[in-house]
Structure formats: structure tokens, C-alpha cells
């Protein structure tokens, strides 16, 4: 397994910008898809980002498109979720998740979870 740990988030205007990062326990270049994925109050996770680092790719939701940008950093080897333009209803938690993978294909339940970090949108 995986272990994830995000980092940042926070509270923001709308209309504003946030980032978050994740450090993954394993090198998640290659053979790895990260993911970010979020859940409102009452509401069921959903998928936000995800990418395929190896291949170039990314997938984005339709919500978030043109807004977010998801990165990785092979350097560092951390995953990033830059978050502009940010409205109300991004308001959640956000998960970094990881799965191998061979290609970005959509979002499913990967099988790693970080702990979460709290993104507030007023």
C-alpha cells in the first residue's frame, strides 16, 4: 500500500486560490495514477483530478475544468493540486489518492487514501 500525506488547503474567498500537495511513501511516476478526490458534507467522495505522470496525462471533472490544474513533481516526487477561481461548492475535504495504473482512465475507487485536508470556499 501507498501511504499519503496531504498538506495544505485552508479558507479562501471565492474567487480566490489554494494549493494542496500530497507526499506519497513510493516513488508514483511510474506505474502510478494519482488522483485528488473530494467530499462535501452529505455528499459522496467524488473525483476532482487525476494523473497518469508517466504517460503526460491528466483528466480533469467537468466542474473543475479549466479551474484546477493537478501536477507532480518527479523531483520531489509530490503531487499537486493548484485550485483557482474557487466557488462555494468546492467546499470539501480532499483526498490524495494513488493506484497503479497503466493509463488515466476516468475516476474509480483507487485503492490509497491520504488522511484528507479541509478546503473551505465562503
Known amino acids: 500500500h501507498v501511504q499519503l500525506v496531504e498538506s495544505g488547503g485552508g479558507s479562501v474567498q471565492a474567487g480566490g486560490s489554494l494549493s494542496v500537495s500530497c507526499k506519497p511513501s513510493v516513488d508514483t511516476y511510474r506505474r502510478y495514477c494519482m488522483g485528488w478526490f473530494r467530499q462535501a458534507p452529505g455528499k459522496e467522495r467524488e473525483g476532482v483530478a487525476a494523473?497518469?505522470?508517466?504517460?503526460?496525462?491528466?483528466y480533469y471533472s467537468d466542474s473543475v475544468k479549466g479551474r484546477f490544474t493537478i501536477s507532480h513533481d518527479r523531483s520531489k516526487n509530490m503531487g499537486y493540486l493548484q485550485m483557482n477561481n474557487l466557488k462555494p461548492e468546492d467546499t470539501g475535504i480532499y483526498y490524495c489518492?494513488?493506484?497503479?495504473?497503466?493509463?488515466?482512465?476516468?475516476?474509480?475507487?483507487?485503492?490509497?487514501y491520504g488522511q484528507g485536508t479541509q478546503v473551505t470556499v465562503s
Open positions: 489518492a494513488a493506484d497503479l495504473c497503466t493509463a488515466v482512465q476516468g475516476f474509480y475507487p483507487y485503492s490509497d
Open positions: 494523473i497518469y505522470s508517466e504517460g503526460g496525462t491528466t
